[in-house]
């Protein structure tokens, strides 16, 4: 594993150990060139997955961009971070356990949108205005009244 620090291309692993209920293996490495410390996350991945997007180009799936969707639905709430690393890992797990290897953005963004309804109402309704494109406020209160989200109505914590 190639140094973040100084690029030297070996590092030496410390310590290893099982992290994500088991779904990843962390690892602390240093660098000996640099003596630079980091660590390393190892997960298993079923199969390459391609996101067929709405322009119709192909992207790689990233996880770590369905990561930062989420965080940024999530900023602020109070929900733990256990839990949305499980929520992520579920939908990751989904994915690749659908036998297709090109997916369309339009099913990740359903996954998404469902994981997050059960989980905090605020943050799929966040994640709904961007993957729905919301250009008003009128789109909100559409929203909100076909998915039976009413004004007032408490959020799961």
Do not use: W
Not at 23 to 39: H, K, N, V
Not at 84 to 97: A, C, D, F, K
Not at 143 to 150: I, Q, R, V
């Amino acid at each position: 594993m190639r140094c973040p620090f100084c690029g030297h291309a070996e590092s030496q692993v410390k310590d290893s150990r099982p992290s994500e209920d088991g779904a990843a293996i962390r690892r602390r490495r240093s660098c000996p060139e640099c003596g630079g410390r980091f660590t390393t996350f190892e997960r298993v991945q079923l199969r390459e997955l391609t996101i067929i997007k709405r322009s119709g180009r192909r992207t790689p799936f990233d996880r770590e961009k369905l990561v930062r969707s989420i965080a940024v639905a999530m900023r602020k709430r109070p929900v733990d971070a256990e839990r949305v690393e499980r929520m992520v890992n579920g939908i990751v797990r989904q994915l690749e356990s659908q036998g297709e290897t090109e997916l369309s953005s339009h099913v990740v963004g359903e996954m998404v949108m469902k994981a997050l309804k059960s989980l905090d109402d605020v943050a799929y309704v966040r994640y709904a205005s961007v993957y729905r494109d919301f250009r008003e406020t009128d789109d909100f209160a559409k929203f909100l009244n076909a998915e039976g989200l009413k004004e007032g109505e408490e959020t799961e914590e």
